[in-house]
């Protein structure tokens, strides 16, 4: 017991370092775990947050709290990120493939699901702002600062989620940025389906990528 513990603990630490490092330095703490020195039950984490948040979006925008209509919710919006992540991830390795000799896909599971942190992130504030100032929002000075703000938060982590996309085909695929841009030219449009799919299905408004 006490050493599953202490591999959690450990795991959760080298999650926090990895996770700060990621913001602070993405560049050296992706090269850091493109070298294959990493932890990978850290990204567990990622994950158990994602649930988390999830179960939070089910709770609070649900006007009926049966627990089938939530469990259905959650079911529905955790199979949706799911079938996005192992989308985004099956094309990277695919295009990877074409592009180089060897590509290891447990690399460009890690890289990408650590690139999942800004939008967990933008998720987490987005539902917390809905319950603390829902709509509608006014136009007067300071829902126009709030809006001015919200859009400027919402763009820093839109560049940093741009960023680990660029470092985890750098890293994960080992290409250069002319095969960056090339491989972009097909995984954008998918992703532009994909999020136009969630949408008139209802599901994700701003897809969960």
């Not at 089938?68 to 996005?84: D, I, K």
């Not at 250069?176 to 799919?197: Q, R």
């Amino acid at each position: 017991m006490s050493l599953v513990i202490s591999v959690f603990f450990q795991s959760f630490v080298s999650f926090l370092k990895t996770s700060w490092g990621c913001f602070n330095r993405p560049y050296e703490t992706y090269r850091k775990i493109s070298s294959g020195s990493f932890n990978l039950l850290s990204t567990f984490f990622i994950f158990f947050f994602v649930c988390v948040y999830f179960a939070w979006e089910s709770l609070i925008r649900t006007p009926f709290r049966s627990p089938y209509v939530l469990t259905y919710n959650f079911g529905l919006s955790f199979l949706a990120a799911a079938t996005g992540f192992s989308l985004i991830v099956g094309i990277l390795y695919f295009l990877g493939e074409k592009t180089h000799e060897k590509i290891s896909l447990e690399r460009v599971v890690i890289l990408w699901s650590y690139s999942l942190l800004p939008t967990v992130i933008w998720f987490f504030s987005t539902s917390l702002i809905y319950m603390i100032l829902p709509p509608p929002r006014t136009l007067s000075v300071w829902g126009k600062g709030f809006s001015i703000v919200f859009i400027s938060f919402s763009i820093a982590l839109l560049g940093w989620k741009i960023i680990l996309y660029y470092l985890t085909l750098r890293f994960g695929l080992r290409i250069s940025l002319k095969k960056i841009l090339t491989v972009s030219f097909v995984v954008i449009p998918i992703i532009a389906i994909y999020s136009l799919g969630m949408y008139y299905l209802r599901i994700f408004r701003i897809p969960f990528i």
